[in-house]
């Protein structure tokens, strides 16, 4: 079994800077802000580490009711901003999730910062959402490593179920974020260069694999398909398959 985990913004989606601007909009409209500030960093950070990072800097109280306001403010104003500012699906990517949905043995799941109705709200805006069969997200955990776990727990996922390696185990990301959550539970890196870190970036954090896009992400799928459907017709055969040999997008400098 592979269990191939996603982030969401710059890995499936580029939502325009939907989620930034209705995140804002509700830090406007819930505190009477009349500006607000830059300085909290968004990429492959969780919504709630961003939630309270906003509201420390505009000088209120991070509390539990405060946060939560924000985010049904936000979750409210979402959908509309999504619509206005239009954003993309990133490239291949409805191919690749047809192609391992369709795949006996690989379990797509979700790995993002995105508190769960964010994420339903932007991938069901891009037609994406039915491919997951669920996954961690940023409701209940501010470090991303803590959702990386969650995610496994979710699915109901252990080392055991993916045939006794965390190798099985997938974790496809756009930020260094990302490629250290993969570190956390153990799973293989999967970088691309789709959202706001180029190449030469992420290959810095050394991820196991890194494409430009999913466009080139090719030999993956031969591993996750090929095998998953080796697996299915023939288990006892699994630790006698081979994997597929180095090839360029290959990143061996870990
Ligand atoms: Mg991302």
Redesign the pocket.
């Known amino acids: 079994m592979h269990v191939v985990l996603f982030?969401?913004?710059?890995?499936l989606v580029r939502t325009g800077g939907a989620g930034k601007a209705a995140m804002e909009e509700a830090l406007r409209s819930v505190f009477g802000l009349r500006e607000v500030k830059d300085g909290v960093p968004y990429?492959?950070r969780t919504d709630r580490a961003i939630a309270r990072d906003l509201l420390a800097l505009h000088g209120i109280y991070p509390q539990e009711e405060n946060i939560r306001r924000l985010q049904e403010a936000y979750l409210h104003l979402l959908p509309e901003m999504l619509r206005q500012r239009g954003g993309t699906v990133c490239p291949a990517v409805p191919e690749v999730l047809q192609q391992l949905s369709a795949t006996p043995g690989v379990l797509l799941g979700l790995l993002?910062?995105n508190i769960r109705q964010g994420a339903q709200r932007k991938l069901q805006h891009f037609g994406l959402w039915d491919y997951f069969a669920g996954g961690g997200f940023g409701d209940d955990h501010e470090d991303r490593d803590d959702v990386a776990r969650a995610a496994l727990q979710n699915l109901g996922v252990t080392a055991g179920a993916a045939h006794g390696s965390t190798r099985n185990i997938w974790v496809v990301?756009?930020?260094p974020l990302?490629i250290r959550s993969a570190r956390a539970i153990g799973a293989q890196a999967v970088a691309v260069a789709t959202?706001w870190h180029s190449l030469e970036a992420l290959a810095y954090h050394n991820p196991d694999w890194l494409f430009p896009d999913l466009n080139h992400a090719r030999p993956l799928l031969t591993i996750w398909c090929q095998e998953s459907y080796a697996i299915e017709s023939d288990r006892d055969n699994f630790n006698h398959l081979r994997r597929a040999g180095p090839c360029l997008e290959h990143h061996s400098g870990n």
């Open positions: 982030d969401i913004d710059g890995t990429a492959g993002t910062g990301g756009d930020t990302d959202g």
